[in-house]
């Protein structure tokens, strides 16, 4: 199992923290490398980490004592120290420090663990896709024997997104300043310490003037108003050849911003360097590793910077120069009617991805209806090519939290990522390294086609493919129910919460029941419980609060675990906890897949509240749509934006559905019912039709009933409520 940089121990970063620790109480220079040292909570944790690396003796041992990975720390430090533990982790990992080379003047040299020594030293390799995508050389290198299977193909499109896009998080900046300004104090002096002072202060001045956030303020300001717009958790578009013009000034200032950030950090570079030709001769190890990681993170934010200016540069030059290049319209969010806007056809057009609030307008024109009112069918559909010269990126800002201070706290960062796979030349290079690739995962199909996971990855149309029966009997061990009069979740949302509650209770009174004490197995808490999986935050939060209250008030003492109180991690542990566990477990989007409920009887029912579909102004998801759409135009589809929504947006969606489903039926020993509550499904016109053709057809046929007046498989699955 080998981990990436992210989860992996530094013993740089380890060290020096010790380092500092060992004099933090008696005298305190400002040099610290490590912030958090002032934290009591964070110097024991050192402590752990480092009698926990000393005492490793056995390659499970070592495996978990070079790991940060919160999931490999002692449950403890979660209660004891809060949800900083992550951040603390993350500031002692080789991400965030690199590591000592190989062939470093010191012993430690001999015991670092970097990814690429994992790689080439083991035959048989479990990594996650983003580590696969970060290190492609070194696996290339193994030779042309290598075996790859991608599990969890369907989150592959997402994991090299990530992977493939550039970030320049403006915290890495501030933190940047103050590293430089705490190793000054420290360093030897001479020209070259003075030197890397002057240029450092240059760069103190553009974040003391705070002309940076100001002009990231006022992109959010004038891209991101309207309706659906919450200061703090704003995430705009900057450069799209599939976006307005509207704030191109802003952005243009923002640009020139970075363009002079990756110029003092340029110069930072020069004078550091000025500084170690100075000095090597009498520094001692320590002091110039910390000199080469200062010159890592000045060459970062500059090649970030850099990299995004080119994207912005290149995209807005041509759409000002060719104001026909840019396909879609400026917009207004804050217009009252959504329906007048097609991007807003698609219904629930503004969730966050792991649960923002929802603004859902219910409309019932999804638009996957052609003009003439027939639904799209995607086979019917071609693509054609896109105009030359089209940018395969598409750039963003987003706010990170609510400004706390002044403006140089002010969190947000600024990306670049991929629009098409396929069209990436990165990506092309991974498709091509392997001669052997298996793409494995549960959910690959969606409506029983591989057309939309082979598009979006950028495979060949002859791959082949191979879909295996699955071992469970999903006619006999699970039901599927689709309610059909559910209030609107748009027009009704605290209504629709508390009906979710009020069901959710009669159900415990009537099916939950309590372990005997005397149980043989040794087990307590509370079987035939429910996990109920929301798409936004404010709906799991009060769902969980509407239940609890409404459980009380029936003198049930059924526990409801909020995912929101307890984080994903910790709230699933509680729900399957032998000894008391059990009850229900609400939550988002980060218990819609990857979680598995092992004891048959403490899950019985999985509660959806709707449709999971993505959030539709995001910028990634709204360029991709806005690409297909232009395919389609170009092959002269009658309704390229139905099209778009047919071919990408609803199979998108009917992916997730499907990895909701799957929490229920783990083993041929569950048995439970589905409950989607969201009357999307219901209906008998073209659309809704529709709806169920790619939701429902995506689900495994055990799960559909056939409707005996219309012969329409899933029809029987929609029902009334009563």
Same mark, same amino acid.
């Given at each position: 199992?080998?981990?990436?940089?992210?989860?992996?121990?530094?013993?740089?970063?380890?060290?020096?923290?010790?380092?500092?620790?060992?004099?933090?109480?008696?005298?305190?220079?400002?040099?610290?490398?490590?912030?958090?040292?002032?934290?009591?909570?964070?110097?024991?944790?050192?402590?752990?980490?480092?009698?926990?690396?000393?005492?490793?003796?056995?390659?499970?041992?070592?495996?978990?004592?070079?790991?940060?990975?919160?999931?490999?720390?002692?449950?403890?430090?979660?209660?004891?120290?809060?949800?900083?533990?992550?951040?603390?982790?993350?500031?002692?990992?080789?991400?965030?420090?690199?590591?000592?080379?190989?062939?470093?003047?010191?012993?430690?040299?001999?015991?670092?663990?970097?990814?690429?020594?994992?790689?080439?030293?083991?035959?048989?390799?479990?990594?996650?896709?983003?580590?696969?995508?970060?290190?492609?050389?070194?696996?290339?290198?193994?030779?042309?024997?290598?075996?790859?299977?991608?599990?969890?193909?369907?989150?592959?499109?997402?994991?090299?997104?990530?992977?493939?896009?550039?970030?320049?998080?403006?915290?890495?900046?501030?933190?940047?300043?103050?590293?430089?300004?705490?190793?000054?104090?420290?360093?030897?002096?001479?020209?070259?310490?003075?030197?890397?002072?002057?240029?450092?202060?240059?760069?103190?001045?553009?974040?003391?003037?705070?002309?940076?956030?100001?002009?990231?303020?006022?992109?959010?300001?004038?891209?991101?108003?309207?309706?659906?717009?919450?200061?703090?958790?704003?995430?705009?578009?900057?450069?799209?050849?599939?976006?307005?013009?509207?704030? &191109?000034?802003?952005?243009?200032? =923002?640009?020139? !911003?970075?363009?002079? *950030?990756?110029?003092?950090?340029? #110069?930072? +570079?020069? /004078?550091?360097?000025?500084?170690?030709?100075?000095?090597?001769?009498?520094?001692?190890?320590?002091?110039?590793?910390?000199?080469?990681?200062?010159?890592?993170?000045?060459?970062?934010?500059?090649?970030?910077?850099?990299?995004?200016?080119?994207?912005?540069?290149?995209?807005?030059?041509?759409?000002?120069?060719?104001?026909?290049?840019?396909?879609?319209?400026?917009?207004?969010?804050?217009?009252?009617?959504?329906?007048?806007?097609?991007?807003?056809?698609?219904?629930?057009?503004?969730?966050?991805?792991?649960?923002?609030?929802?603004?859902?307008?219910?409309?019932?024109?999804?638009?996957?209806?052609?003009?003439?009112?027939?639904?799209?069918?995607?086979?019917?559909?071609?693509?054609?090519?896109?105009?030359?010269?089209?940018?395969?990126? &598409?750039?963003?800002?987003?706010? =990170?939290?609510? !400004?706390?201070?002044? *403006?140089?706290?002010?969190?947000? #960062?600024? +990306?670049? /990522?991929?629009?098409?796979?396929?069209?990436?030349?990165?990506?092309?290079?991974?498709?091509?390294?392997?001669?052997?690739?298996?793409?494995?995962?549960?959910?690959?199909?969606?409506?029983?086609?591989?057309?939309?996971?082979?598009?979006?990855?950028?495979?060949?149309?002859?791959?082949?493919?191979?879909?295996?029966?699955?071992?469970?009997?999903?006619?006999?061990?699970?039901?599927?129910?689709?309610?059909?009069?559910?209030?609107?979740?748009?027009?009704?949302?605290?209504?629709?919460?508390?009906?979710?509650?009020?069901?959710?209770?009669?159900?415990?009174?009537?099916?939950?029941?309590?372990?005997?004490?005397?149980?043989?197995?040794?087990?307590?808490?509370?079987?035939?419980?429910?996990?109920?999986?929301?798409?936004?935050?404010?709906?799991?939060?009060?769902?969980?609060?509407?239940?609890?209250?409404?459980?009380?008030?029936?003198?049930?003492?059924?526990?409801?675990?909020?995912?929101?109180?307890?984080?994903?991690?910790?709230?699933?542990?509680?729900?399957?906890?032998?000894?008391?566990?059990?009850?229900?477990?609400?939550?988002?989007?980060?218990?819609?897949?990857?979680?598995?409920?092992?004891?048959?009887?403490?899950?019985?029912?999985?509660?959806?509240?709707?449709?999971?579909?993505?959030?539709?102004?995001?910028?990634?998801?709204?360029?991709?749509?806005?690409?297909?759409?232009?395919?389609?135009?170009?092959?002269?589809?009658?309704?390229?934006?139905?099209?778009?929504?047919?071919?990408?947006?609803?199979?998108?969606?009917?992916?997730?559905?499907?990895?909701?489903?799957?929490?229920?039926?783990?083993?041929?020993?569950?048995?439970?019912?589905?409950?989607?509550?969201?009357?999307?499904?219901?209906?008998?016109?073209?659309?809704?039709?529709?709806?169920?053709?790619?939701?429902?057809?995506?689900?495994?046929?055990?799960?559909?009933?056939?409707?005996?007046?219309?012969?329409?498989?899933?029809?029987?699955?929609?029902?009334?409520?009563?």
């Amino acid at each position: 199992m080998v981990k990436g940089r992210s989860n992996r121990l530094s013993l740089r970063a380890l060290t020096s923290a010790l380092a500092d620790a060992t004099a933090f109480g008696s005298r305190r220079t400002g040099g610290e490398r490590n912030r958090f040292l002032a934290q009591v909570g964070f110097r024991e944790l050192l402590t752990y980490m480092t009698l926990r690396f000393l005492a490793s003796s056995d390659i499970e041992h070592s495996w978990a004592a070079r790991s940060v990975d919160p999931v490999d720390v002692p449950a403890f430090f979660i209660d004891y120290v809060g949800r900083v533990l992550p951040v603390w982790l993350e500031s002692l990992s080789q991400a965030a420090n690199g590591e000592y080379s190989a062939n470093a003047a010191t012993p430690l040299a001999e015991h670092t663990d970097m990814v690429t020594e994992a790689l080439s030293g083991h035959r048989l390799l479990l990594a996650n896709h983003a580590l696969l995508l970060a290190h492609l050389g070194d696996l290339a290198a193994m030779g042309p024997q290598v075996l790859l299977i991608v599990d969890e193909a369907h989150q592959l499109e997402d994991a090299a997104t990530s992977a493939l896009s550039t970030v320049l998080d403006y915290r890495a900046v501030v933190n940047l300043h103050a590293d430089l300004d705490a190793w000054a104090r420290s360093a030897r002096p001479g020209p070259g310490r003075d030197g890397v002072r002057t240029a450092a202060g240059n760069l103190g001045l553009l974040l003391d003037h705070e002309q940076f956030p100001r002009a990231a303020a006022q992109v959010f300001d004038a891209r991101g108003a309207g309706a659906g717009s919450m200061i703090g958790s704003r995430t705009v578009t900057l450069a799209s050849d599939y976006a307005g013009t509207s704030g &191109v000034g802003q952005v243009r200032t =923002l640009a020139a !911003l970075m363009t002079r *950030l990756a110029g003092q950090c340029k #110069a930072l +570079t020069g /004078s550091i360097g000025a500084y170690l030709s100075e000095n090597r001769a009498v520094m001692d190890f320590f002091e110039t590793e910390r000199v080469q990681s200062l010159l890592s993170a000045t060459g970062q934010v500059t090649s970030f910077s850099d990299a995004i200016v080119a994207d912005i540069n290149d995209i807005i030059g041509r759409a000002l120069a060719e104001p026909d290049r840019a396909t879609a319209p400026d917009h207004d969010d804050s217009q009252e009617d959504p329906e007048d806007d097609p991007r807003f056809a698609a219904e629930e057009a503004l969730e966050t991805a792991d649960g923002g609030d929802e603004q859902d307008d219910d409309q019932d024109r999804a638009d996957t209806e052609t003009r003439s009112g027939e639904p799209v069918d995607p086979d019917a559909v071609p693509l054609g090519d896109l105009p030359p010269g089209a940018c395969n990126r &598409v750039v963003y800002a987003e706010e =990170l939290e609510q !400004l706390r201070g002044d *403006l140089r706290h002010y969190k947000f #960062a600024i +990306t670049s /990522s991929p629009i098409e796979l396929g069209e990436d030349g990165a990506w092309q290079q991974f498709l091509t390294t392997f001669a052997r690739t298996y793409y494995v995962s549960a959910t690959l199909r969606v409506a029983g086609r591989w057309d939309f996971i082979r598009t979006r990855l950028g495979l060949p149309t002859g791959i082949a493919t191979l879909a295996l029966d699955t071992p469970f009997n999903m006619n006999t061990q699970a039901e599927l129910v689709c309610f059909s009069d559910f209030p609107s979740w748009a027009e009704q949302s605290e209504g629709s919460m508390r009906t979710v509650a009020h069901q959710l209770a009669g159900y415990a009174q009537q099916s939950l029941t309590a372990v005997p004490e005397d149980d043989p197995a040794g087990r307590g808490g509370f079987d035939g419980g429910a996990m109920v999986l929301t798409t936004a935050r404010s709906t799991a939060g009060g769902i969980a609060e509407y239940l609890a209250t409404e459980l009380r008030r029936r003198g049930n003492d059924t526990p409801v675990l909020s995912a929101l109180v307890l984080g994903n991690r910790r709230g699933v542990r509680e729900f399957t906890d032998p000894g008391h566990g059990g009850g229900f477990l609400v939550g988002t989007r980060g218990l819609w897949q990857g979680v598995d409920v092992a004891d048959a009887k403490r899950l019985r029912i999985v509660w959806i509240n709707k449709l999971p579909f993505a959030p539709f102004a995001a910028p990634v998801i709204e360029a991709r749509r806005a690409v297909v759409a232009e395919r389609a135009l170009a092959a002269h589809a009658e309704d390229p934006d139905a099209a778009a929504t047919a071919m990408y947006y609803l199979p998108l969606a009917a992916l997730q559905l499907q990895q909701a489903v799957g929490r229920l039926i783990r083993s041929e020993r569950h048995r439970g019912i589905v409950v989607i509550s969201d009357r999307k499904l219901a209906g008998a016109t073209a659309l809704r039709r529709a709806y169920r053709r790619t939701f429902l057809g995506s689900l495994d046929p055990g799960l559909l009933r056939t409707d005996e007046d219309t012969g329409e498989l899933g029809g029987a699955n929609v029902v009334p409520m009563t």
